[in-house]
C-alpha cells in the first residue's frame, strides 16, 4: 500500500530485526515504521496504547514496538519542563549526529536513548536553563559509573508478567554495559547493543564535551568547538571497508538495510575473538562514489587496545571472523542473486577519496616529534587537530609503528581474511596522574551489586548549591595525620562518610547511585587501598576521639 502511494520512496522493509521496521521517506522525510499485531478484531481509532492491557497476548516484538511510543508519552509525564527537555534533546542529537555516535544500530545510542539521557539531567536540574542543561549533562555522565543505570522511575513488576529488565534474575540483562531503562511497563534496556568499543568512544566524547563546556566557563572554549564534526577518517591507521552491492535499485534498499542492522555483530565477534584487545569504531553513515548507485561502502576504524601490554609471540586473527560475519549477512530470508558483500582492509592513506565531503582528500597534517628519551602516554599523542587530540589516537611518528596492530590481508583470501600484526617493543607508561588515582577509585566503588530501586543523586542539586558546595559534602580519602584543630570537624564527616559507605557497600552502589563530585586534585593512589582494608575492617570497633575534650578512663571501651 505504501509502496504505491507517489510521496513515498526508499521504502525498505527489516522484518527480521529485533523490532520489525520498515524504512521510508514521506515528501522526504525518512519515517521509521514499526509494525505491531494486537489481540483485537478492529482497531478502532480512540486506541489508547498507554493502558498495559494493551499488551496481553502480544509476542515479544510487538511488546517492543508498542513501547517505542509508550515511552515517549511516559517520559513527557516525568520531565519538569517539557519545553527545556525539547530544546536540550535537539541540541544533544545535533552533537550526536556531529561527532558521529547517533546510532543505534551500530552499536551507538539512537533517539530514544538520548531522549532519555536528557530527561534525566532534566530530573536532577528542574530549575536550569537548556545552556546549563547541556553543561550537567556532560558533566554527570563523565562522572557516570557504569554500568549502573540510568532510571526514569522505579521498575515496576506489572500485572502480566511480562519480562522486564533485571540483571538479578535474568542472566543476559549482566551483560549489559550502559543501560538504559526505558520508564513504560515492561522495563527494558534501550541500548543492549552498546559494545565495549562503542562504549569507550562515547565515555570518551562525554569526557570532551564537560573539558569544553568547563573551558567556556573560562571563556576558553566555545559552542563551535563542541558541535565540531569528528574526523573519523583522520583518527586511524587502520580500517575494514564493507563494501555491498546489489543487481537494481530495490534489491539495494532491501540488502543495505539488512547489512546496516548487522554491522555491531562484526564489532562484537571482534571483541570476542581478541578478548577486546582490539577495538572498532564503526562509521554509523554509508559511503558511495555516486557512479554507481546499487554499491555503498561502511567503514570500520581500528586500533589495539590502549595501555595494555601484549605479548610478543601474540598475534589476533580475525580471519575466521570476518568470514563467520559474511556468513550471518548471507543468511538473509530476502537474498536475491546480485546481493553481495565484500570485506577489505584498507590503511589511512588508502580511503578512497569519494568519503571526503566534494571528494578532495584533505592535506596530510603536519607531524609531531617527541624527543626519543621523553616519557609519553600513549593516550596523549595527537597530530591531526583538537578532535584527535581530544580522542588521544595514536599518532605516525610518536608511536613507531610497532605500537598499532598491523593488519596483513591474508594472500589467496581474496582479501576476505585480516590478521592482526604483534607488537615488537615495550608498552610506553606515562607518569601516574590524579586522573588514574580516580579511575582506580571508581572502579573499586563498582565492585558491588546493583539495587531494586534507584533514587535521586543527593549530590545533584541546584546550581548554586553545587558550584558552592562545602568540602565537607563531598567525598574525599584522607587520613588522620598531620589535620589541623580547626578543621578536624569537616574532615571527620568526611571520614565518617567514607566508612559509612565502605561498612556498606550495597547501599553506596544503588542503581542510579549516589555520584559524587570527584575531583581528582583531591584524590590520590591510596584511596582505593583505604577503601578495601576499611571494608575489611568493618567489624571492628570504630574508635572517635574528640581534640578538645577527652573522656575519663572507664572500664569499657566506647
Same mark, same amino acid.
Given at each position: 500500500?505504501?509502496?504505491?502511494?507517489?510521496?513515498?520512496?526508499?521504502?525498505?522493509?527489516?522484518?527480521?530485526?529485533?523490532?520489525?521496521?520498515?524504512?521510508?521517506?514521506?515528501?522526504?522525510?525518512?519515517?521509521?515504521?514499526?509494525?505491531?499485531?494486537?489481540?483485537?478484531?478492529?482497531?478502532?481509532?480512540?486506541?489508547?496504547?498507554?493502558?498495559?492491557?494493551?499488551?496481553?497476548?502480544?509476542?515479544?516484538?510487538?511488546?517492543?514496538?508498542?513501547?517505542?511510543?509508550?515511552?515517549?508519552?511516559?517520559?513527557?509525564?516525568?520531565?519538569?519542563?517539557?519545553?527545556?527537555?525539547?530544546?536540550?534533546?535537539?541540541?544533544?542529537?545535533?552533537?550526536?549526529?556531529?561527532?558521529?555516535?547517533?546510532?543505534?544500530?551500530?552499536?551507538?545510542?539512537?533517539?530514544?536513548?538520548?531522549?532519555?539521557?536528557?530527561?534525566?539531567?532534566?530530573?536532577?536540574?528542574?530549575?536550569?536553563?537548556?545552556?546549563?542543561?547541556?553543561?550537567?549533562?556532560?558533566?554527570?555522565?563523565?562522572?557516570?559509573?557504569?554500568?549502573?543505570?540510568?532510571?526514569?522511575?522505579?521498575?515496576?513488576?506489572?500485572?502480566?508478567?511480562?519480562?522486564?529488565?533485571?540483571?538479578?534474575?535474568?542472566?543476559?540483562?549482566?551483560?549489559?554495559?550502559?543501560?538504559?531503562?526505558?520508564?513504560?511497563?515492561?522495563?527494558?534496556?534501550?541500548?543492549?547493543?552498546?559494545?565495549?568499543?562503542?562504549?569507550?568512544?562515547?565515555?570518551?566524547?562525554?569526557?570532551?564535551?564537560?573539558?569544553?563546556?568547563?573551558?567556556?566557563?573560562?571563556?576558553?572554549?566555545?559552542?563551535?568547538?563542541?558541535?565540531?564534526?569528528?574526523?573519523?577518517?583522520?583518527?586511524?591507521?587502520?580500517?575494514?571497508?564493507?563494501?555491498?552491492?546489489?543487481?537494481?535499485?530495490?534489491?539495494?534498499?532491501?540488502?543495505?538495510?539488512?547489512?546496516?542492522?548487522?554491522?555491531?555483530?562484526?564489532?562484537?565477534?571482534?571483541?570476542?575473538?581478541?578478548?577486546?584487545?582490539?577495538?572498532?569504531?564503526?562509521?554509523?553513515?554509508?559511503?558511495?562514489?555516486?557512479?554507481?548507485?546499487?554499491?555503498?561502502?561502511?567503514?570500520?576504524?581500528?586500533? #589495539? !587496545?590502549?595501555?595494555?601490554?601484549?605479548?610478543?609471540? =601474540?598475534?589476533?586473527?580475525? *580471519? %575466521?571472523? $570476518? &568470514?563467520?560475519?559474511?556468513?550471518?549477512?548471507?543468511?538473509?530470508?530476502?537474498?536475491?542473486?546480485?546481493?553481495?558483500?565484500?570485506?577489505?582492509?584498507?590503511?589511512?592513506?588508502?580511503?578512497?577519496?569519494?568519503?571526503?565531503?566534494?571528494?578532495?582528500?584533505?592535506?596530510?597534517?603536519?607531524?609531531?616529534?617527541?624527543?626519543?628519551?621523553?616519557?609519553?602516554?600513549?593516550?596523549?599523542?595527537?597530530?591531526?587537530?583538537?578532535?584527535?587530540?581530544? #580522542? !588521544?589516537?595514536?599518532?605516525?611518528?610518536?608511536?613507531? =609503528?610497532?605500537?598499532?596492530? *598491523? %593488519?596483513? $590481508? &591474508?594472500?589467496?583470501?581474496?582479501?576476505?581474511?585480516?590478521?592482526?600484526?604483534?607488537?615488537?617493543?615495550?608498552?610506553?607508561?606515562?607518569?601516574?596522574?590524579?586522573?588514574?588515582?580516580?579511575?582506580?577509585?571508581?572502579?573499586?566503588?563498582?565492585?558491588?551489586?546493583?539495587?531494586?530501586?534507584?533514587?535521586?543523586?543527593?549530590?545533584?542539586?541546584?546550581?548554586?548549591?553545587?558550584?558552592?558546595?562545602?568540602?565537607?559534602?563531598?567525598?574525599?580519602?584522607?587520613?588522620?595525620?598531620?589535620?589541623?584543630?580547626?578543621?578536624?570537624?569537616?574532615?571527620?564527616?568526611?571520614?565518617?562518610?567514607?566508612?559509612?559507605?565502605?561498612?556498606?557497600?550495597?547501599?553506596?552502589?544503588?542503581?542510579?547511585?549516589?555520584?559524587?563530585?570527584?575531583?581528582?586534585?583531591?584524590?590520590?593512589?591510596?584511596?582505593?587501598?583505604?577503601?578495601?582494608?576499611?571494608?575489611?575492617?568493618?567489624?571492628?570497633?570504630?574508635?572517635?576521639?574528640?581534640?578538645?575534650?577527652?573522656?575519663?578512663?572507664?572500664?569499657?571501651?566506647?
Amino acid at each position: 500500500m505504501l509502496i504505491e502511494m507517489p510521496d513515498v520512496t526508499d521504502m525498505h522493509p527489516v522484518p527480521d530485526a529485533h523490532v520489525p521496521v520498515m524504512n521510508f521517506k514521506l515528501n522526504g522525510v525518512s519515517i521509521d515504521l514499526l509494525y505491531a499485531k494486537i489481540s483485537l478484531w478492529v482497531i478502532p481509532e480512540d486506541l489508547d496504547i498507554s493502558q498495559d492491557s494493551i499488551l496481553q497476548n502480544a509476542d515479544e516484538q510487538t511488546v517492543r514496538s508498542l513501547n517505542g511510543c509508550r515511552v515517549t508519552d511516559q517520559i513527557l509525564r516525568l520531565v519538569p519542563n517539557i519545553q527545556s527537555f525539547r530544546t536540550t534533546l535537539r541540541c544533544m542529537r545535533f552533537w550526536a549526529t556531529r561527532r558521529g555516535v547517533y546510532s543505534n544500530v551500530t552499536g551507538f545510542l539512537g533517539g530514544i536513548n538520548w531522549a532519555l539521557l536528557v530527561a534525566r539531567i532534566c530530573q536532577l536540574y528542574p530549575n536550569a536553563l537548556p545552556n546549563m542543561l547541556v553543561s550537567r549533562f556532560f558533566r554527570v555522565y563523565t562522572q557516570w559509573r557504569w554500568p549502573n543505570p540510568v532510571m526514569l522511575c522505579a521498575i515496576k513488576e506489572g500485572s502480566l508478567g511480562l519480562p522486564i529488565w533485571d540483571p538479578r534474575r535474568n542472566h543476559k540483562d549482566k551483560f549489559h554495559l550502559m543501560p538504559i531503562i526505558t520508564p513504560a511497563y515492561p522495563s527494558m534496556n534501550s541500548s543492549y547493543n552498546v559494545s565495549s568499543s562503542t562504549l569507550r568512544i562515547m565515555t570518551d566524547e562525554f569526557k570532551r564535551g564537560h573539558d569544553i563546556c568547563e573551558a567556556m566557563v573560562l571563556n576558553n572554549g566555545s559552542w563551535v568547538e563542541l558541535f565540531e564534526p569528528y574526523r573519523f577518517f583522520e583518527a586511524y591507521k587502520n580500517y575494514l571497508q564493507i563494501d555491498i552491492g546489489a543487481e537494481n535499485d530495490d534489491d539495494m534498499l532491501n540488502w543495505k538495510g539488512w547489512v546496516k542492522s548487522r554491522l555491531r555483530y562484526i564489532v562484537l565477534k571482534i571483541e570476542r575473538d581478541t578478548f577486546k584487545m582490539l577495538q572498532c569504531h564503526p562509521h554509523p553513515g554509508d559511503f558511495s562514489d555516486g557512479s554507481n548507485p546499487s554499491h555503498c561502502s561502511y567503514f570500520l576504524g581500528l586500533q #589495539r !587496545k590502549e595501555n595494555v601490554p601484549v605479548n610478543d609471540a =601474540k598475534k589476533f586473527d580475525i *580471519r %575466521l571472523t $570476518i &568470514a563467520e560475519f559474511k556468513d550471518n549477512v548471507r543468511s538473509y530470508s530476502l537474498w536475491k542473486p546480485g546481493m553481495n558483500i565484500n570485506v577489505t582492509h584498507i590503511k589511512c592513506r588508502d580511503i578512497p577519496a569519494f568519503v571526503f565531503p566534494g571528494g578532495i582528500r584533505p592535506s596530510r597534517p603536519t607531524r609531531v616529534s617527541v624527543d626519543s628519551g621523553t616519557s609519553v602516554d600513549v593516550n596523549v599523542v595527537d597530530g591531526f587537530n583538537d578532535d584527535t587530540r581530544k #580522542r !588521544k589516537r595514536d599518532d605516525d611518528d610518536v608511536l613507531t =609503528k610497532s605500537t598499532v596492530p *598491523r %593488519l596483513v $590481508i &591474508a594472500d589467496g583470501l581474496e582479501n576476505n581474511g585480516v590478521s592482526v600484526g604483534k607488537v615488537n617493543n615495550d608498552e610506553i607508561g606515562g607518569p601516574v596522574t590524579s586522573r588514574d588515582a580516580e579511575k582506580l577509585a571508581t572502579e573499586k566503588l563498582m565492585s558491588g551489586p546493583y539495587e531494586s530501586e534507584q533514587r535521586v543523586p543527593q549530590d545533584f542539586e541546584e546550581l548554586e548549591e553545587l558550584d558552592n558546595s562545602n568540602i565537607q559534602n563531598r567525598y574525599i580519602g584522607e587520613t588522620t595525620k598531620g589535620i589541623d584543630v580547626e578543621s578536624f570537624t569537616t574532615k571527620e564527616v568526611a571520614t565518617s562518610k567514607m566508612m559509612k559507605n565502605a561498612s556498606d557497600t550495597s547501599s553506596c552502589l544503588q542503581l542510579n547511585g549516589s555520584l559524587e563530585e570527584l575531583e581528582p586534585p583531591e584524590l590520590d593512589l591510596p584511596l582505593p587501598r583505604a577503601i578495601h582494608s576499611t571494608a575489611a575492617s568493618q567489624n571492628k570497633p570504630i574508635l572517635r576521639f574528640s581534640f578538645t575534650s577527652l573522656p575519663k578512663a572507664t572500664g569499657n571501651s566506647s
